[in-house]
């Protein structure tokens, strides 16, 4: 069955550092993978997804993440962190086809950027 | 606007009562889901519907009700079976074709008191 694991429940880093969020999925198939970012008491707001296109994905707000199969990995990095980039991230893989498609999310991990 | 829109954003329940949290989307999807989320624990998937009049369960589907009698509508019922109903519910629709992005509403906020 598909899962995926998001190691570290908190991340902090300084204002300009690297950001680099980790997740590790398992899945029989192909699997279409995403991350989702979420500030307090909102939804989720979709940053990147990967669909086989290409293993590096670039998303929004200047996040991305690479694709490694022989790792099951789908870390999410950003060069320069900004205090913006306070949220809660979560990484996703889909189970299922077509109509019937879901989403397993990771438990969550929630970056802190220091001044 | 197209989107998702989920009221209320916060609602109280006593113990023993039903309550109802909309969700209604204007996007023209075919797939409406409901996750709950708690701290600590990510989304998980309470019921999920692919077209109207047709739904199925999740993970975690022991004490909600939903219904599709039309697309753009999804509401869940949190019945008085749910032993520990308190949490954040966010509703999510896509288009139902593989791969496709599921856009999420704000979330409603359910507390028992």
């Known amino acids: 069955a598909q899962s995926v694991t998001q190691l570290g429940s908190h991340v902090s880093v300084s204002e300009g550092a690297l950001v680099l969020l980790r997740c590790n999925y398992s899945s029989s198939v192909p699997p279409y993978l995403f991350w989702y970012v979420q500030y307090p008491n909102q939804g989720l707001q979709l940053l990147l997804k990967y669909t086989s296109a290409a293993t590096l994905v670039k998303g929004i707000n200047g996040f991305e993440a690479e694709f490694k199969k022989s790792e099951t990995s789908f870390h999410l990095t950003k060069p320069s962190a900004h205090m913006s980039d306070a949220a809660e991230y979560f990484c996703?893989?889909?189970?299922?086809?077509?109509?019937?498609?879901?989403?397993?999310f990771g438990k969550g991990t929630k970056l802190t950027v220091n001044p | 606007d197209g989107g998702i829109t989920q009221s209320p954003k916060y609602l109280f329940r006593k113990e023993g009562q039903n309550v109802t949290l909309s969700c209604e989307q204007n996007l023209n999807h075919d797939a409406m889901y409901w996750y709950r989320q708690d701290p600590g624990q990510g989304l998980r998937l309470i019921y999920y519907s692919q077209i109207v009049n047709d739904f199925q369960k999740g993970d975690i589907a022991e004490g909600y009700s939903v219904s599709r009698e039309k697309k753009e509508s999804f509401p869940l019922t949190v019945t008085s079976a749910q032993k520990n109903p308190t949490a954040f519910y966010l509703c999510a629709s896509r288009q139902g074709v593989t791969g496709n992005t599921i856009y999420f509403g704000e979330g409603s906020w359910l507390t028992v008191v």
């Open positions: 996703a893989v889909s189970r299922g086809q077509g109509g019937s498609e879901k989403l397993v």
